[in-house]
């Protein structure tokens, strides 16, 4: 059987030959070669491009503007530093510093670098990382080692582990040579006699939205920050690409001025004094709270005003914040009989009444408007002389006085003796009382306001009454600050304000001596002192209570000493006390030992003879 064998066509290698893909050659055909000459002139021309920008900022920078360039560049390299100084101190009349401001440290470490820390002594470690270095600091800082340890230990490049060292710590502990362990120079606030005058002296502290922690906050630290503070300086130099200063580089500085010491008019003695004495007698009556003031009767200077529960400006966080203020320039209440002295002067002055001028003084007086007005204590029908009805402090009769003036002649004389307007002692937080004007006055306010209600002051207000008539008759803006010191121990003294007059001299004396007559035989007795003769008057009034209502009660006696040529003028006002309601029992005994003190301090020397005082009574 034939057998046939198809055969299949082979390539050369003995396979057959590969098909085209339909299109294939057609894909071929339409193909172009590269041409490297294009290539190479586009990159020709784009480097041409780049040379010739150069070449243009080159020319800029050599020819066309190469002083202002150069500015920009200097500009770029410069820092500026502010350069401030220390806050000035704040000192009293004598030059006794209140508050001062000292170097401080705060001491901080970078954890990751303490970790480092090793100390080899004779060839041997003796102490390495965070936990030895707090053995060594713990003792210097006088921290608990492992509460400092924890502070040290971590990944942290800054934290905080002291504020405030002294320079002899940071002695200490810059001679262990800690690596790690920097600090920060700072400056703190310190006021070296604790809470004496930090009522008016005031304290600071930071403000949220400006930078530092040295603000004023309260009293003369607040009112006089720009005078203390001074004027910050800067410093100009140039740095380096790692912010170093460069040695050779540009350098400019404007050098701080420094602040000037506020030289206040209190003497920290007679301050000290009347605090203590203040306390005393809060303990010894039972009495809430109080205010003492001492204040020079020509010149207007105080030489203390007294808070009870005065604030330490060390420490103000532990006083509450409403009574962190000058309580003596802030708390308003009603003058009561200290007032009477006003409506005396304005009638002898207006020409009404003499201080012999003769009453019949009922114990209860019903006004023509119908309102009823009693004494403090029942008595029958007394005759009495303008200068007894003052010394007795009788309300009736101060009540048939005051209304032979007119409403209007009694508002002004309030408002001259300087109630309804701030005293301008300069205190930030001083109230300006309240005074309505007579046409706004009730059937009853308008004979109230004789003695001392219906109308509420401060205690400097009410004090500033008796330095007028003291002064005889010319009223003079109370003052804190003495003068400024400069570096060189000079002192620039405060010119005194021009004093105003309220009544005349003849006025002011025959109510000053009408006012000797409430301490030789009427309620102020307590008040007199061995060697001087004093003029002063007693008030019970009322002041709001905690609960917003007149509950509160102010005991209260301003005198002046010598009565016959005044220094001094001062006054004590009690709130609430338990042993007594009355001015002439609680607070004259206080006046009568803080102005003794004040005299001898002040080396005022005693009394002439007494004058021949008027007759209180009449037949």
Same mark, same amino acid.
């Given at each position: 059987? /034939?057998?046939?064998?198809?055969?299949?066509?082979?390539?050369?290698?003995?396979?057959?030959?590969?098909?085209?893909?339909?299109?294939?050659?057609?894909?071929?055909?339409?193909?172009?070669?590269?041409?490297?000459?294009?290539?190479?002139?586009?990159?020709?021309?784009?480097?041409?491009?780049? =040379?010739?920008?150069?070449?243009?900022?080159?020319?800029?920078?050599?020819?066309?503007?190469?002083?202002?360039?150069?500015?920009?560049?200097?500009?770029?390299?410069?820092?500026?530093?502010?350069?401030?100084?220390?806050?000035?101190?704040?000192?009293?009349?004598?030059?006794?510093? =209140?508050?001062?401001?000292?170097?401080?440290?705060?001491?901080?470490?970078?954890?990751?670098?303490?970790?480092?820390?090793?100390?080899?002594?004779?060839?041997?470690?003796?102490?390495?990382?965070?936990?030895?270095?707090?053995?060594?600091?713990?003792?210097?800082?006088?921290?608990?080692?492992?509460?400092?340890?924890?502070?040290?230990?971590?990944?942290?490049?800054?934290?905080?582990?002291?504020?405030?060292?002294?320079?002899?710590? @940071?002695?200490?502990?810059?001679?262990?040579?800690?690596?790690?362990?920097?600090?920060?120079?700072?400056?703190?606030? =310190?006021?070296?006699?604790?809470?004496?005058?930090?009522?008016?002296?005031?304290?600071?502290?930071?403000?949220?939205?400006?930078?530092?922690?040295? @603000?004023?906050?309260?009293?003369?630290?607040?009112?006089?920050?720009?005078?203390?503070?001074?004027?910050?300086?800067?410093?100009?130099?140039?740095?380096?690409?790692?912010?170093?200063?460069?040695?050779?580089?540009?350098?400019?500085?404007?050098?701080?001025?420094?602040?000037?010491?506020?030289?206040?008019?209190? /003497?920290?003695?007679?301050?000290?004094?009347?605090?203590?004495?203040?306390?005393?007698?809060?303990?010894?009556?039972?009495?809430?709270?109080?205010?003492?003031?001492?204040?020079?009767?020509?010149?207007?200077?105080?030489?203390?005003?007294?808070?009870?529960?005065?604030?330490?400006?060390?420490?103000?966080?532990?006083?509450?914040?409403?009574?962190?203020?000058?309580?003596?320039?802030?708390?308003?209440?009603?003058?009561?009989?200290?007032?009477?002295?006003?409506?005396?002067?304005?009638?002898?002055?207006?020409?009404?009444?003499?201080?012999?001028?003769?009453?019949?003084?009922?114990?209860?007086?019903?006004?023509?408007?119908?309102?009823?007005?009693?004494?403090?204590?029942?008595?029958? =029908?007394?005759?009495?002389?303008?200068?007894?009805?003052?010394?007795?402090?009788?309300?009736?009769?101060?009540?048939?006085?005051?209304?032979?003036?007119?409403?209007?002649?009694?508002?002004?004389?309030?408002?001259?003796?300087?109630?309804?307007?701030?005293?301008?002692?300069?205190?930030?937080?001083?109230?300006?009382?309240?005074?309505?004007?007579?046409?706004? @006055?009730?059937?009853?306010?308008?004979?109230?306001?004789?003695?001392?209600?219906?109308?509420?002051?401060?205690?400097?207000?009410?004090?500033?009454?008796?330095?007028?008539?003291?002064?005889?008759?010319?009223?003079?803006?109370?003052?804190?600050?003495?003068?400024?010191?400069?570096?060189?121990?000079?002192?620039?003294?405060?010119?005194?304000?021009?004093?105003?007059?309220?009544?005349?001299?003849?006025?002011?004396?025959?109510?000053?001596?009408?006012?000797?007559?409430?301490?030789?035989?009427?309620?102020?007795?307590?008040?007199?002192?061995?060697?001087?003769?004093?003029?002063?008057?007693?008030?019970?009034?009322?002041?709001?209570?905690?609960?917003?209502?007149?509950?509160?009660?102010?005991?209260?006696?301003?005198?002046?000493?010598?009565?016959?040529?005044?220094?001094?003028?001062?006054?004590?006002?009690?709130?609430?006390?338990?042993?007594?309601?009355?001015?002439?029992?609680?607070?004259?005994?206080?006046?009568?030992?803080?102005?003794?003190?004040?005299?001898?301090?002040?080396?005022?020397?005693?009394?002439?003879?007494?004058?021949?005082?008027?007759?209180?009574? @009449?037949?």
């Amino acid at each position: 059987m /034939d057998e046939r064998r198809t055969a299949r066509p082979t390539s050369s290698a003995g396979r057959g030959a590969p098909r085209r893909r339909p299109g294939a050659a057609k894909r071929a055909r339409g193909m172009r070669i590269g041409r490297p000459q294009m290539r190479q002139q586009v990159i020709t021309l784009g480097a041409l491009g780049v =040379l010739t920008l150069f070449a243009g900022r080159l020319v800029m920078i050599q020819v066309v503007d190469p002083d202002d360039l150069a500015g920009q560049a200097l500009e770029s390299r410069l820092a500026t530093t502010t350069v401030s100084t220390d806050r000035a101190d704040i000192v009293d009349r004598n030059g006794e510093v =209140l508050a001062t401001s000292v170097t401080r440290y705060h001491v901080w470490v970078n954890q990751q670098t303490i970790a480092e820390f090793k100390r080899v002594e004779n060839g041997e470690t003796v102490a390495e990382g965070a936990l030895d270095a707090a053995a060594i600091l713990a003792p210097i800082l006088d921290m608990d080692e492992d509460e400092l340890a924890a502070k040290l230990v971590g990944d942290d490049t800054f934290e905080y582990i002291a504020k405030y060292v002294t320079p002899e710590t @940071w002695d200490l502990i810059s001679d262990e040579k800690i690596t790690g362990i920097e600090s920060e120079k700072v400056s703190e606030r =310190l006021y070296p006699n604790g809470d004496l005058a930090g009522n008016i002296v005031g304290f600071v502290g930071g403000v949220q939205d400006r930078q530092g922690v040295e @603000w004023g906050l309260a009293g003369m630290e607040k009112s006089q920050e720009e005078t203390l503070l001074g004027t910050d300086g800067s410093l100009t130099y140039e740095r380096g690409g790692n912010g170093t200063a460069i040695p050779t580089g540009e350098f400019a500085e404007t050098p701080a001025e420094p602040g000037q010491d506020v030289v206040l008019t209190i /003497d920290r003695d007679i301050q000290y004094y009347a605090q203590t004495r203040l306390d005393e007698a809060i303990a010894e009556t039972g009495a809430t709270h109080g205010f003492v003031t001492v204040e020079d009767a020509t010149t207007g200077e105080i030489y203390a005003m007294a808070d009870s529960g005065t604030v330490d400006p060390n420490d103000p966080g532990a006083t509450d914040a409403d009574h962190r203020q000058s309580a003596a320039v802030e708390d308003v209440f009603e003058p009561g009989s200290t007032a009477k002295a006003i409506t005396m002067a304005a009638a002898i002055e207006e020409g009404v009444v003499t201080p012999t001028s003769r009453f019949e003084v009922p114990y209860k007086y019903t006004t023509p408007n119908g309102q009823e007005f009693k004494d403090s204590h029942e008595h029958g =029908l007394e005759k009495l002389t303008a200068a007894g009805i003052l010394s007795e402090s009788s309300n009736t009769g101060t009540v048939m006085i005051g209304e032979k003036l007119s409403d209007e002649t009694r508002y002004e004389y309030l408002k001259a003796f300087g109630f309804g307007t701030k005293t301008g002692i300069g205190m930030p937080s001083e109230s300006a009382g309240i005074l309505h004007d007579y046409e706004n @006055w009730d059937g009853r306010s308008k004979y109230a306001v004789l003695f001392g209600q219906a109308v509420s002051v401060t205690a400097l207000q009410a004090t500033q009454v008796y330095q007028t008539l003291a002064n005889d008759g010319v009223k003079v803006t109370p003052s804190l600050i003495k003068g400024y010191r400069n570096g060189d121990g000079t002192i620039d003294e405060v010119d005194q304000a021009e004093g105003t007059r309220v009544v005349s001299e003849d006025t002011a004396k025959q109510v000053m001596l009408m006012l000797e007559d409430v301490t030789e035989g009427g309620t102020g007795t307590a008040a007199q002192i061995d060697g001087y003769r004093v003029a002063g008057k007693t008030g019970t009034a009322q002041a709001v209570g905690s609960d917003g209502k007149l509950s509160s009660i102010v005991a209260s006696f301003i005198g002046v000493a010598p009565a016959d040529d005044p220094a001094i003028v001062v006054s004590v006002s009690l709130f609430d006390p338990q042993t007594s309601i009355y001015g002439g029992v609680v607070s004259a005994p206080v006046f009568s030992d803080v102005a003794a003190f004040a005299l001898q301090t002040l080396r005022v020397p005693p009394s002439d003879a007494a004058e021949e005082l008027y007759p209180t009574t @009449w037949e």
